[in-house]
């Protein structure tokens, strides 16, 4: 067997010891380790995740795993690239979870997605997402899962619905997408329902902190690369 990647990790961070009955989460890559762990954008998710109490996280990638829960309340994908679509189907089965959200029930996790290929064009990827975040995770992450927590008992419909209330929340399941012809463009997106928003927003972070790498690793695609978003 060989040897983790995770015990080879420098933290830059403090992960937070989750509390009794904290939610189990699975963060998932669709990639090896060697690439997922040189995504920024996967990194600081995983570290904002972590630092929640309310949470217990397990990363996930095709090629290695922290120790699974056996039961999954929320699974997450940082989706970088179109061609990861495989990896994420192949992960999706490995877990049991339906590949088409419509076919999951309350006993599934609530799978989740986010990253630059969703917020740019997250119509081919809607079919196998439960909740699209749409635009920079800095603040919407917390206000996802904040939002999450008040509905984590309800069935279904009901926690959808909350959740399509969070700015930059893109809920397929909510939607009716219509097309100007069988492989044309998107012509329409309507909500299914009154209470549910017309118009999804983007969010943009703009605050004066540069997010930056959370974990530096020899196993990384750059040997102990250190990131900055500028």
Not at 131 to 157: H, K, M, N, S
């Amino acid at each position: 067997m060989s040897e983790s990647p995770f015990t080879k990790e420098t933290l830059l961070f403090e992960p937070a010891v989750p509390d009794d009955g904290a939610a189990p989460v699975v963060f998932a890559f669709p990639n090896t380790y060697t690439v997922g762990i040189t995504s920024l954008g996967y990194q600081i998710v995983w570290a904002t995740l972590a630092q929640r109490r309310d949470l217990a996280v397990s990363r996930l990638f095709t090629d290695h795993h922290e120790p699974l829960p056996a039961t999954v309340d929320l699974l997450g994908f940082s989706v970088s690239w179109e061609l990861d679509y495989g990896g994420l189907m192949g992960l999706l089965e490995t877990l049991e979870v339906p590949i088409y959200g419509s076919d999951r029930t309350l006993s599934h996790p609530l799978v989740f997605g986010g990253g630059p290929v969703l917020t740019a064009n997250p119509e081919p990827f809607a079919p196998f997402f439960d909740v699209i975040l749409l635009g920079d995770g800095e603040t919407l992450l917390d206000d996802f899962i904040d939002a999450y927590q008040q509905v984590r008992g309800c069935e279904r419909l009901v926690q959808l619905k909350h959740l399509a209330q969070v700015p930059g929340v893109y809920v397929p399941a909510l939607y009716g997408v219509q097309y100007q012809d069988s492989d044309g463009p998107v012509a329409a997106i309507q909500p299914l329902y009154p209470d549910v928003p017309s118009r999804v927003q983007k969010q943009t972070y703009r605050g004066n902190v540069l997010s930056a790498s959370t974990v530096v690793t020899e196993l990384a695609a750059w040997e102990n690369i250190y990131m900055v978003e500028v």
